[in-house]
């Protein structure tokens, strides 16, 4: 119901002329512009540290799953954790994060994958490492789901990019 609300929204603003498939690109692309606003805006809580800001749009049944391995169910836990990692070991630290897949899986189903970087790291979590510029690189999933009309966080998964394993540098 809420796609067909959607719909008829991006409907009304195409022109006269407009077919279904530039109206069907017409809503991919406000989803993915709604999604990369969602990395961004991580990006901008992080780097102030605030927990409750990166946590806005992660689902109350979403599920974490931490560069040590650690999984954590629920929005409030994903809050929780963040809160601590924000007062200890990525206290006053920057995070970079660029895109380097976004797929609309399904009308309401998306996955957006992103290379990281996190610089200003006093000490890393144990078994992971920074690189040749004291960055930590991670490469991270999230899984969003469109729930009455906005896009959630459902799925966190970040992993360590390890020594030797070439990446990108940041943009």
């Known amino acids: 119901m809420l796609l067909s609300c959607t719909f008829v929204r991006l409907v009304d603003a195409a022109e006269p002329s407009a077919n279904a498939g ?58 929780k954790q963040h809160e601590v990692i924000f007062q200890g070991i990525y206290k006053n630290t920057k995070l970079q994060q660029d895109i380097v897949s ?21 000490a890393t979590a144990p078994g992971t490492s920074t690189d040749s510029n004291g960055r930590l690189r991670t490469r991270l999933l999230q899984v969003l789901a469109k729930r009455d009309g906005e896009w959630k966080i459902v799925v966190y998964h970040n992993v360590d990019v390890k020594p030797g394993i070439a990446v990108p540098e940041p943009n």
């Not at 599920?63 to 040590?68: A, G, K, M, P, V």
């Not at 976004?102 to 006093?122: F, M, N, Q, R, Y």
């Open 102 to 122: 976004l797929k609309l899986i399904a009308p309401d189903i998306a996955a957006v994958e992103t290379l990281t970087a996190v610089s200003g790291v006093a």
């Open 22 to 79: 530039e109206i069907k690109s017409m809503i991919a692309t406000a989803d993915e512009t709604a999604i990369r606003k969602i990395v961004q805006d991580e990006t901008a809580a992080w780097n102030v540290g605030d927990a409750v800001a990166y946590s806005r749009e992660f689902a109350a049944d979403g599920t974490f799953t931490n560069i040590r391995g650690q999984f954590f169910t629920g929005h409030e836990a994903y809050l």
